[in-house]
């Protein structure tokens, strides 16, 4: 999906800098700087940056944890308006730059709100997380954005007009680290495995069979899915 192939959506896409871009680019730097000072920590966490340019940071969040090492997601990050406006945050193809839509991401970010208590069949009741995903949609194209506070599209949505972005500016949140941390801890650092997607069972001969995995789906330990 282009974005240039869209029509704007206010405060989402397609955003003109209306602040005074030197000051939006000394702050860009500021953050850039900030992240290049703990790059290797971020390396080992198996967050690569792609790219940089003024005023998007480009980033692979790949599956540190787990050989083979794939890349799980990537994220664009946009700072223009930068701190007048929160940072967006945009899911991509990470050889394409393309979006992508919801389905075609393999985690949703899963969030523990609480507990909540089920009934089993046999009538017994049972504390279960409840989970929440940080990772929603908006129609009718189906972008997935970061529900969470320092994000723009989080801010920008109609539903979280009572929770401005201006409340959160001075408070960490909508940095460039902030926001990798999040998508760290909620995102790759949750992946403990692969299951295959699919698969193609085939006779070779009397009594054997060929079975080849198609596609890889990441496994997320929901045992451990933080607040």
């Known amino acids: 999906m282009i974005l240039d192939q869209l029509p704007a ?30 790059q290797d920590y971020n390396k080992q966490r198996g967050i690569i940056l792609l790219r940089a340019s003024f005023p998007d940071v ?5 599956t540190a944890k787990v050989r083979p090492i794939m890349i799980a997601f990537a994220v664009k990050i946009n700072f223009t308006n930068y701190d007048l406006e929160a940072p967006s945050v945009q899911f991509i193809d990470p050889l394409t730059e393309e979006l992508l839509r919801i389905d075609q991401l393999p985690i949703q ?13 046999n009538g017994e009741k049972q504390e279960i997380p409840d989970i ?45 680290g902030f926001l990798i941390d999040q998508l760290h801890k909620y995102g790759t650092d949750l992946v403990k495995g692969y299951c295959p997607q699919n698969y193609n069972v085939q006779p070779v001969g009397p009594g054997v069979l060929q079975i080849q995995s198609i596609g890889l789906s990441l496994v997320v330990d ?5 607040s």
């Open 222 to 226: 929901i045992s451990n899915v933080p």
């Open 58 to 62: 480009v980033l692979a969040f790949t």
């Open 132 to 176: 929440s995903h940080l990772v929603q949609a908006h129609p009718p194209h189906q972008l997935p954005f970061l529900c969470l506070p320092g994000v723009r599209e989080y801010h920008a949505h109609p539903a979280h007009s009572n929770d401005p972005w201006l409340t959160h500016r001075n408070s960490g949140e909508g940095t460039l």
């Open 9 to 38: 959506i206010p405060g989402i896409l397609n955003t003109e800098q209306t602040v005074d871009p030197e000051v939006s680019r000394a702050k860009f730097d500021r953050e850039l700087e900030r992240f290049q000072q703990v």
């Open 109 to 121: 970010m899963p969030r523990k709100t609480g507990m909540k208590t089920i009934t089993q069949p």
